[in-house]
């Protein structure tokens, strides 16, 4: 079940599934990264040094990489830089690794018996090219974990509602998944068009994997744009909400 706590008085989300392991999602009042919103700059900073109290860390070993909606992946290390990568795996308790949002799919992934983890971004290119099973699986091979000892937290993003998509990506989408399932789209006979629901998509490829321990959000970030940001409602001019994870 996700919460709502504070840091300095202030919103961030979490997940009660996960208690092993520090995470969170910043909100609106938490944001540390403002893309090209004018004005943020100094809260983002405040905000930065705040999560980084909460963490036990500096903000320097917050690592965050250069998301390109693509499906590659890094084990993150202090001091390193990370282009064009989408999930970076965290086996390290002294950082702490942070990835951006604002419709697309967060997840947070948590191996209790290995104490490692990853945090996922997976927009529909990203769901399309299966990155949240391809880092399962980067785990199983560098960590032996297995899949029944994985915490998996889906965090908040745009619903199947608000998320319109043509053919060609509902296939590329369905794809993906072994079963035919029914609950993660609506096909519109009118326009021809598909509503996707990209966080059931992941769901399902988790449980494929055999992850049965998982926490889907409820909230939209569409529709709770006082909350969180959405690239689709605000026309692509909106900062970013943030996946937080950190090793305990």
């Not at 949240?132 to 199947?160: D, H, L, W």
Request: one cysteine or more; proline letters at 2%; hydrophobic letters at 35%.
């Amino acid at each position: 079940m996700f919460y709502f706590e504070t840091i300095n008085n202030k919103k961030i989300l979490k997940s009660d599934f996960l208690t092993k392991a520090q995470h969170l999602f910043t909100t609106r009042e938490t944001v540390v990264t403002p893309k090209d919103i004018t004005g943020l700059n100094e809260l983002c900073e405040t905000n930065l040094e705040d999560i980084a109290k909460y963490l036990n860390i500096i903000k320097e070993d917050i690592i965050s990489p250069v998301q390109t909606h693509s499906s590659n992946i890094q084990t993150a290390k202090k001091g390193h830089s990370y282009p064009n990568t989408d999930a970076l795996i965290l086996e390290d308790n002294d950082i702490a690794v942070l990835l951006n949002f604002a419709d697309c799919t967060p997840v947070i992934l948590y191996d209790g018996s290995n104490n490692t983890g990853a945090v996922v971004h997976a927009g529909w290119r990203g769901t399309a090219a299966s990155i949240v099973e391809k880092t399962v699986k980067f785990m199983q091979k560098r960590y032996s974990t297995k899949p029944e000892n994985i915490t998996a937290i889906i965090g908040p993003a745009i619903s199947m509602n608000n998320y319109e998509v043509d053919k060609n990506v509902f296939e590329q989408l369905s794809k993906t998944l072994n079963k035919n399932y029914s609950d993660y789209f609506n096909y519109n006979n009118q326009t021809g068009k598909y509503n996707i629901d990209l966080k059931t998509i992941n769901y399902h490829q988790l449980e494929e994997l055999g992850i049965l321990r998982i926490d889907k959000c409820n909230y939209c970030t569409y529709d709770s744009v006082d909350v969180f940001f959405s690239y689709r409602k605000e026309y692509g001019n909106t900062a970013r909400h943030s996946a937080i994870l950190k090793l305990l």
